[in-house]
Protein backbone atom coordinates (compact mmCIF):
# COMPACT_ATOMS: atom_id res chain seq x y z
CA UNK A 1 0.00 0.00 0.00
CA UNK A 2 2.60 2.51 0.61
CA UNK A 3 3.60 2.67 -2.56
CA UNK A 4 1.02 4.47 -3.69
CA UNK A 5 2.07 7.01 -1.70
CA UNK A 6 5.76 7.53 -3.27
CA UNK A 7 5.79 10.74 -4.86
CA UNK A 8 4.15 11.42 -7.99
CA UNK A 9 5.97 13.49 -9.69
CA UNK A 10 9.76 15.18 -9.05
CA UNK A 11 10.81 18.77 -8.12
CA UNK A 12 12.85 20.74 -10.31
CA UNK A 13 16.02 22.97 -9.45
CA UNK A 14 16.86 25.68 -12.34
CA UNK A 15 19.79 27.90 -11.82
CA UNK A 16 18.66 30.60 -14.79
CA UNK A 17 16.56 28.21 -17.55
CA UNK A 18 19.48 25.16 -16.64
CA UNK A 19 18.03 22.39 -14.62
CA UNK A 20 20.26 21.70 -12.47
CA UNK A 21 18.79 18.32 -10.92
CA UNK A 22 15.08 17.02 -10.06
CA UNK A 23 14.44 15.42 -6.98
CA UNK A 24 11.65 13.56 -4.71
CA UNK A 25 11.31 12.34 -1.37
CA UNK A 26 9.88 9.66 1.13
CA UNK A 27 9.83 9.75 4.90
CA UNK A 28 13.46 7.44 4.70
CA UNK A 29 15.32 9.42 1.63
CA UNK A 30 15.96 11.79 -0.78
CA UNK A 31 16.33 11.18 -3.89
CA UNK A 32 18.31 13.42 -6.78
CA UNK A 33 18.59 12.99 -10.19
CA UNK A 34 20.86 14.74 -12.38
CA UNK A 35 20.71 14.31 -16.50
CA UNK A 36 24.41 13.06 -17.67
CA UNK A 37 25.91 15.08 -20.59
CA UNK A 38 26.17 12.92 -23.72
CA UNK A 39 29.69 11.28 -24.25
CA UNK A 40 31.36 11.03 -21.49
CA UNK A 41 32.46 7.60 -20.27
CA UNK A 42 30.82 6.57 -17.03
CA UNK A 43 34.10 5.94 -15.06
CA UNK A 44 34.65 9.22 -15.29
CA UNK A 45 31.68 10.70 -13.34
CA UNK A 46 32.02 10.85 -9.48
CA UNK A 47 29.58 11.71 -6.57
CA UNK A 48 31.63 12.22 -3.06
CA UNK A 49 28.48 11.83 -0.05
CA UNK A 50 29.12 13.62 3.38
CA UNK A 51 26.67 13.98 6.16
CA UNK A 52 26.31 17.87 5.48
CA UNK A 53 27.93 18.17 1.79
CA UNK A 54 27.96 16.36 -1.59
CA UNK A 55 29.68 16.94 -4.18
CA UNK A 56 29.33 15.66 -8.06
CA UNK A 57 31.20 16.05 -11.08
CA UNK A 58 33.28 14.62 -13.79
CA UNK A 59 36.91 13.84 -12.84
CA UNK A 60 39.64 16.92 -13.91
CA UNK A 61 36.81 18.87 -13.85
CA UNK A 62 35.59 21.22 -11.25
CA UNK A 63 32.64 20.08 -9.59
CA UNK A 64 28.68 20.26 -11.15
CA UNK A 65 27.42 20.47 -7.70
CA UNK A 66 29.72 21.26 -4.46
CA UNK A 67 26.97 22.49 -1.93
CA UNK A 68 25.85 21.68 1.75
CA UNK A 69 22.79 19.60 2.34
CA UNK A 70 19.52 21.17 3.63
CA UNK A 71 19.50 18.46 6.41
CA UNK A 72 22.23 15.54 7.51
CA UNK A 73 22.69 12.16 6.26
CA UNK A 74 23.74 8.60 7.20
CA UNK A 75 26.65 8.36 4.82
CA UNK A 76 26.52 4.72 5.39
CA UNK A 77 23.30 3.83 3.60
CA UNK A 78 23.87 6.52 0.92
CA UNK A 79 24.59 5.84 -2.03
CA UNK A 80 24.89 6.92 -6.33
CA UNK A 81 24.04 4.66 -9.22
CA UNK A 82 24.19 5.61 -13.23
CA UNK A 83 20.78 4.90 -14.92
CA UNK A 84 21.08 5.28 -18.24
CA UNK A 85 21.99 8.83 -18.79
CA UNK A 86 21.07 9.91 -14.83
CA UNK A 87 22.95 9.60 -12.01
CA UNK A 88 20.47 8.89 -9.06
CA UNK A 89 21.96 9.72 -5.51
CA UNK A 90 19.86 8.40 -2.28
CA UNK A 91 20.34 10.00 0.41
CA UNK A 92 19.14 8.11 3.47
CA UNK A 93 17.65 10.80 5.97
CA UNK A 94 19.62 10.81 9.19
CA UNK A 95 16.17 12.24 10.75
CA UNK A 96 13.28 9.75 9.09
CA UNK A 97 10.41 11.84 8.54
CA UNK A 98 11.46 15.08 8.27
CA UNK A 99 10.25 17.03 5.52
CA UNK A 100 12.98 19.02 3.26
CA UNK A 101 11.78 21.86 1.24
CA UNK A 102 14.99 20.96 -1.02
CA UNK A 103 18.38 18.79 -0.93
CA UNK A 104 21.09 21.63 -1.12
CA UNK A 105 20.70 24.60 1.83
CA UNK A 106 19.61 27.88 1.00
CA UNK A 107 18.76 26.42 -3.13
CA UNK A 108 15.65 25.92 -4.75
CA UNK A 109 13.41 25.91 -2.36
CA UNK A 110 9.80 24.42 -2.58
CA UNK A 111 6.94 27.43 -2.12
CA UNK A 112 5.39 27.10 0.83
CA UNK A 113 2.05 25.52 -0.85
CA UNK A 114 4.09 22.74 -2.23
CA UNK A 115 6.10 22.26 0.73
CA UNK A 116 2.86 22.09 2.58
CA UNK A 117 1.80 19.43 -0.16
CA UNK A 118 4.77 17.40 0.92
CA UNK A 119 4.54 17.13 4.33
CA UNK A 120 1.29 16.01 3.91
CA UNK A 121 1.98 13.44 1.76
CA UNK A 122 4.39 12.06 4.27
CA UNK A 123 2.65 11.95 7.15
CA UNK A 124 0.09 10.05 4.97
CA UNK A 125 2.80 7.64 4.28
CA UNK A 126 3.74 7.32 8.06
CA UNK A 127 -0.01 6.97 8.66
CA UNK A 128 -0.07 3.64 6.39
CA UNK A 129 3.15 2.56 7.98
CA UNK A 130 1.92 2.55 11.43
CA UNK A 131 -1.13 0.72 10.07
CA UNK A 132 0.62 -1.49 7.98
CA UNK A 133 2.56 -2.73 11.38
CA UNK A 134 -0.78 -3.02 13.35
CA UNK A 135 -2.24 -5.21 10.30
CA UNK A 136 1.01 -7.52 9.73
CA UNK A 137 0.08 -10.28 12.30
CA UNK A 138 -3.50 -9.74 10.76
CA UNK A 139 -5.67 -12.18 8.03
CA UNK A 140 -6.96 -8.70 6.91
CA UNK A 141 -5.77 -7.13 3.55
CA UNK A 142 -5.39 -3.55 5.38
CA UNK A 143 -6.10 -0.32 4.34
CA UNK A 144 -5.56 2.49 1.86
CA UNK A 145 -5.05 5.66 2.49
CA UNK A 146 -3.49 6.81 -0.69
CA UNK A 147 -6.73 8.69 -1.15
CA UNK A 148 -6.83 10.20 2.14
CA UNK A 149 -7.01 14.36 2.16
CA UNK A 150 -5.93 16.11 5.64
CA UNK A 151 -8.08 19.19 6.52
CA UNK A 152 -6.85 22.01 8.38
CA UNK A 153 -3.11 21.73 10.16
CA UNK A 154 -0.68 18.17 9.00
CA UNK A 155 0.91 16.92 11.71
CA UNK A 156 4.80 16.15 12.18
CA UNK A 157 5.41 13.16 10.49
CA UNK A 158 8.17 13.06 12.77
CA UNK A 159 6.74 13.13 15.94
CA UNK A 160 2.96 11.15 15.10
CA UNK A 161 2.15 8.61 17.39
CA UNK A 162 4.66 8.76 19.18
CA UNK A 163 7.62 9.80 17.06
CA UNK A 164 9.57 7.40 14.38
CA UNK A 165 11.99 4.79 16.67
CA UNK A 166 15.89 5.58 14.83
CA UNK A 167 16.75 1.43 13.14
Same mark, same amino acid.
Given at each position: ??? !?????? =? @?????? /? *? !?????? *????????????????? /?? +???? !????? @?????????????? @????? %????? /???? &? +???? &???????? =???? *? &??? /? %??????????????????????? =??????? !?? +? #????? %?????? *? #?????????? =??????????
Amino acid at each position: MSE !KLAPEK =R @HSFFHG /S *Q !KVFEWD *QTLDEVNVYITLPPNVP /SK +LFYC !KIQSK @HVEVGIKGNPPYLN @HDLSC %PVKTD /SSFW &T +LEDD &TMHITLQK =REKG *Q &TWS /S %PIGGQGQLDPYAADLEQKRLMLQ =RFQEEVD !KL +L #ASSLN %PGFDFS *Q #AQFSGGCPDP =RTFMGGIKSD
